[in-house]
Each structure stands twice: as C-alpha cells, then as structure tokens.
C-alpha cells in the first residue's frame, strides 16, 4: 500500500467520520430544551444561531406576536430571509409550542397540578413578554 493510498483512505475515514458523527452534545442538548413538535429544529436551528435556548423559550406569544418579533429581528438585527415556507413552520412551531396557550397549560409540581402562571401572580400589572 503506497502513501498515497493511504492519504485517500484517512481522508476517506475522516469524511465519514464527519458525515455520520452524532450531533454534539451542547447541540443535542439544546435541541432537547425545546418541547417536541414539528419544526423543531428548524426552530432550534434558527433561533440558537443568535440566542441561547433560554431567551427563546422563556417567552409566551400570539403568532402575530411572533410574527412582529421576526419582522423586527429583520429589520433590526440582522435576522436573515425565511422562505414562506420556513416563516410558516417556524410561526407554526412557536405558537403552538411557546404561545400564550401552551404557558396557560398546567404543569406538574410536587404540590400536584399548577394551573400555569396566573395562578403565582405577583405582580399587579402585567407586561408583554420580551421581544427577544
């Protein structure tokens, strides 16, 4: 086996090694921070590109709430052009998923079932959720 058949075939082992490596665990951490549902990822893929996981799901919106973050996020922060079709799935995901309805559902606690955040009301007033 000449040196040049060797070269070929590491560079050939470590192609394949990067093709079917399984994702990062900081990646796959991420992805699994987001509840399940379709266009996860390409949530995931869009949002943590600028933001951590964090800044995304502590929010709770409409989707025209979510649309009107997109179009801003656009305008003014640099946020590349969706397709119609990754807008849609995206606005889909987010709504469904991160929407005032899904923060009003209620969670498992040790105490039993919350009935969601109205019910640990603290404050008299109440303010729109952080655009970013």
């Given at each position: 086996m000449g040196l040049e058949?060797?070269?070929d075939f590491l560079g050939a082992l470590i192609l394949a090694q990067i093709i079917i490596a399984p994702?990062?665990?900081a990646e796959r951490r991420v992805s699994e921070d987001f509840p399940p549902g379709k266009g996860?990822?390409?949530v995931v893929d869009t949002c943590t590109a600028c933001h951590s996981a964090k800044l995304v799901l502590q929010n709770r919106?409409?989707?025209?709430?979510w649309?009107?973050?997109?179009?801003?996020m656009q305008k003014k922060q640099g946020l590349w052009e969706l397709t119609k079709e990754e807008r849609s799935s995206i606005l889909d995901y987010l709504s469904s998923v991160l929407g005032v309805e899904a923060g009003k559902q209620g969670r498992e606690t040790e105490q039993g079932i919350s009935k969601g955040p109205e019910e640990f009301k603290m404050y008299r007033y109440d303010y729109k959720p952080n655009p970013l």
């Open positions: 058949a060797v070269r994702l990062d665990p996860r990822q390409l919106m409409t989707r025209d709430n649309d009107e973050t997109i179009t801003w």
